[in-house]
Each structure stands twice: as C-alpha cells, then as structure tokens.
C-alpha cells in the first residue's frame, strides 16, 4: 500500500506536457477543411501532392464511401474519409510530428495515431492491387517496351529495361542488442535501415528490397534477391552502380559503368567501343539517382527517423512505394518519366544540358598506354 501511494504521488506532481483538446480548433474548422474545400488546385497540389482528380480517384478505392459515412453504433468519427486520406498523404508527405499533424486536422495525438496507423494497414492492404500503384516485375511484353523507350534515348544498347540503386534511412534505435547491432552502420555512423529500388523508363517502382538492416551494404542485399531476378529477367539487364556486383552470377543481368582502373585493362582492339558504352551506362544510371530524389523529395517521411517497430516501418516504406507509383501515373511530375518521353528530345541540343558528360570516357582515351598496366591487361 506504501508503494502504491508514492507511485500516485510521484504521478501527481511530475509535469506532463501534452496536447489537449482545448488547444485545438474542432475539425469542421481546420485548416485541413478549409485546404480540401477552398484551395486553388495548385496550393492543392502543393500540400498533398496529388491533384484533385487524383486524390478524388484514390478516395474512391481506399474507401467504400457510402460504407464509411453510414452511422454506427459509439462516438462518431472525428474527420471523414477525406480527412484519413488526407492525414496520410500529409505524414508521408512531411516530417511532422503527430502534435502538428493535430493542429492541421483538428485532432487530439492519440486519435492522430490510430488513425495513421489504420490508414497505412488499409491503403497498403488495398494498393498492393491496384494495376497504377502495385510494385510489380514487368512482363515479357513490357519489359520489350521498356528496352525500346532505353533504346529510343541510347542507341547503343537494346536490352535495358530499368535503373537500380539502393538507399539507407534513418531508423529509430531500439532496445534489442542484436537487432540494433544489425541495423547499425559504420559509414553513416547510425542506425539505418537499407533498401534497393528499380525504376522503369516510365519512372515507377518496378521492384523494390525495403527494411533490410543497414550494415548490409547494397552488393550483400543483392544475394537475396539475384537469383528470383535472373530468372524473370531473361536476356533483359538493369544498370546499376560500381555498389553492386556485375560479374559472377550477376553478370549478364547487372551492367554499369566501368572504372578508370579498369578501363585500362581493357584490350586496345575493343577499348573504345567499350568505353563507349561505358558512357552510355554512366548517363543512364543517373537515372536511378531521379528516381531516389523524387521518392524522397515528394516524400519527405523517409528523410525522419522510421519507427523501430518492424512491422510499422514496413507499413511506411511500402505506403510512400504504392503512392509513388500511383502519383506517377495520375499527376506525373517524374523526372525519369519526363526524360524518356519522346518529347524530351526538343531540348537535347541544349547547350550544357548534359551535367554529368564530365565523367564520360573520351574517344581514344589509353591508347598510348603501350606498356606496364595496359601491356599486362593486353596480354590476359
């Protein structure tokens, strides 16, 4: 009885500093209602990052609408489905914490949370189908177009059909001595949580390796998936960066640019057209790069720290992939996409439009490399 009365006193006058009801505006008078209701299209677009028409069109399949505003039995539901879809495309959209998520939609934090975390279970639950928003490998036919929209912007090569890179994230610590030993990286000096994505010439999402510890670097993840991808590629290949491994089991399926080093070792009879097509890849792989800059750009969530839970931070990731995807279809706004649109080519004869040609191989570059490190590779 003794400790249960110090524990009610200790409770009693310790401070606790949290949001209450009073502090926030009721949600018919947000600034969320009036954002949805009132808003030009373009601040619309701005604070979501979907259009209208999209945003209206996604409502429309994560919610049975009639189903959703039918009365039920308890407290009635503080925001409509406008409202849900809303509070996640502004925390996937932000790095906001729930109390300023509270103000924007009229919403006590605990409410805020249920509500985030029942809106990520249903829309990746529901996503997972949608034929503009699901991560899924591309079929023979598409990956034939994929290889002809490459080819259209690089002649030289015919059989790449997307750009792979991987990218690490902040995660929250956790308790667990083993799973914070795994998750923690020496380069970045933190914990971090480690995923690859591959992009189409259409700028979507085409596969993706997400919530694999972050001591694993990018050529280590690729073990576990290489051989499910060498057998749905076929004769296709992806570019990739020096970060991943492009001989053993991965070549023939992974191709990038080579090194200086390397291109000096190779055999002066095919040196040039080699580093030809050594340029090539080095500008497609600059691809991959817009690919990360508008996942993380349009959502800022992966630049916050993900949470630590497992199974909450799988949510997360796979919700900003299923939107991305979706984004890109209906507002479009994608750099890769944009580029390897047919129109793009008006501008190819801009001067300086290219910003990476300073890394490209130039014609006869090692020629007059006769003896030492050429020679020896010219022997092999």
Same mark, same amino acid.
């Given at each position: 009885?003794?400790?249960?009365?110090?524990?009610?006193?200790?409770?009693?006058?310790?401070?606790?500093?949290?949001?209450?009801?009073?502090?926030?505006?009721?949600?018919?008078?947000?600034?969320?209602?009036?954002?949805?209701?009132?808003? #030009?299209?373009?601040?619309?677009?701005?604070?979501?990052?979907?259009?209208?028409?999209?945003?209206?069109?996604?409502?429309?399949?994560? %919610?049975?609408?009639?189903? !959703?505003?039918?009365?039920?039995?308890?407290?009635?539901?503080?925001?409509?489905?406008? /409202?849900?879809?809303?509070?996640?495309?502004?925390?996937?959209?932000?790095?906001?914490?729930?109390?300023?998520?509270?103000?924007? !939609?009229?919403?006590?934090?605990?409410?805020?949370?249920?509500?985030?975390?029942?809106?990520?279970?249903?829309?990746?639950?529901?996503?997972?189908?949608?034929?503009?928003?699901? @991560? &899924? %490998?591309?079929? #023979?036919?598409?990956?034939?177009?994929?290889?002809?929209?490459?080819?259209?912007?690089?002649?030289?090569?015919?059989?790449?059909?997307?750009?792979?890179?991987?990218?690490?994230?902040?995660?929250?610590?956790?308790?667990?001595?083993?799973?914070?030993?795994?998750?923690?990286?020496?380069?970045?000096?933190?914990?971090?949580?480690?995923?690859?994505?591959?992009?189409?010439?259409?700028?979507?999402?085409?596969?993706?390796?997400?919530?694999?510890?972050?001591?694993?670097?990018?050529?280590?993840?690729?073990?576990?998936?290489?051989?499910?991808?060498?057998?749905?590629?076929?004769?296709? &290949?992806?570019?990739?960066?020096?970060?991943?491994?492009?001989?053993? #089991?991965?070549?023939?399926?992974?191709?990038?640019? @080579?090194?200086?080093?390397?291109?000096?070792?190779?055999?002066?009879?095919?040196?040039?057209?080699?580093?030809?097509?050594?340029?090539?890849?080095?500008?497609?792989?600059?691809?991959?790069?817009?690919?990360?800059?508008?996942?993380?750009?349009?959502?800022?969530?992966?630049?916050?720290?993900?949470?630590?839970?497992? &199974?909450?931070?799988?949510?997360?990731?796979?919700?900003?992939?299923?939107?991305?995807?979706?984004?890109?279809d209906y507002v479009g706004?994608?750099?890769? &996409?944009?580029?390897?649109?047919?129109?793009?080519?008006?501008?190819?004869?801009?001067e300086g439009y290219d910003?990476?040609?300073?890394?490209?191989?130039?014609? /006869?570059?090692?020629?007059?490399?006769?003896?030492?490190?050429?020679?020896?590779?010219?022997?092999?």
């Open positions: 009885m003794l400790v249960i009365l110090l524990l009610e006193y200790h409770n009693s006058i310790r401070d606790r500093h949290i949001l209450l009801r009073p502090a926030i505006v009721d949600p018919s008078a947000s600034a969320w209602r009036k954002l949805y209701e009132k808003a #030009d299209s373009a601040s619309f677009l701005h604070m979501t990052g979907l259009t209208r028409e999209a945003f209206r069109a996604l409502l429309e399949y994560v %919610f049975d609408l009639e189903e !959703f505003t039918r009365r039920r039995r308890g407290r009635p539901r503080s925001i409509g489905p406008d /409202g849900y879809l809303g509070l996640l495309l502004f925390y996937l959209g932000s790095t906001m914490n729930y109390k300023h998520l509270c103000l924007i !939609f009229g919403l006590t934090p605990s409410v805020c949370g249920r509500a985030i975390n029942f809106m990520l279970r249903r829309t990746v639950r529901l996503l997972k189908g949608n034929p503009f928003a699901k @991560v &899924k %490998f591309p079929s #023979d036919a598409k990956m034939r177009e994929f290889a002809d929209m490459v080819q259209a912007r690089e002649p030289l090569v015919d059989d790449i059909i997307g750009f792979m890179d991987g990218v690490s994230m902040p995660t929250q610590c956790t308790s667990e001595r083993v799973e914070q030993n795994a998750f923690y990286c020496g380069y970045d000096c933190d914990t971090m949580v480690n995923n690859v994505f591959a992009y189409g010439p259409d700028g979507k999402v085409f596969f993706a390796a997400v919530n694999f510890p972050g001591s694993w670097a990018d050529g280590s993840l690729t073990a576990r998936f290489l051989h499910q991808m060498k057998k749905r590629i076929g004769n296709y &290949k992806i570019c990739v960066d020096q970060g991943f491994p492009r001989s053993g #089991d991965a070549y023939g399926t992974f191709v990038g640019p @080579v090194t200086r080093r390397a291109a000096r070792r190779l055999h002066r009879d095919i040196r040039n057209y080699l580093l030809r097509i050594s340029n090539v890849h080095t500008s497609l792989r600059q691809a991959s790069e817009w690919g990360m800059r508008g996942l993380q750009g349009t959502f800022p969530r992966c630049k916050k720290r993900l949470p630590s839970d497992d &199974k909450l931070r799988r949510l997360v990731l796979d919700a900003i992939i299923l939107v991305h995807n979706f984004r890109t706004y994608n750099q890769i &996409k944009s580029v390897f649109d047919p129109e793009y080519a008006r501008i190819e004869n801009l910003r990476i040609a300073q890394y490209y191989f130039r014609p /006869g570059d090692y020629d007059s490399e006769v003896d030492g490190e050429g020679s020896e590779a010219d022997s092999d």
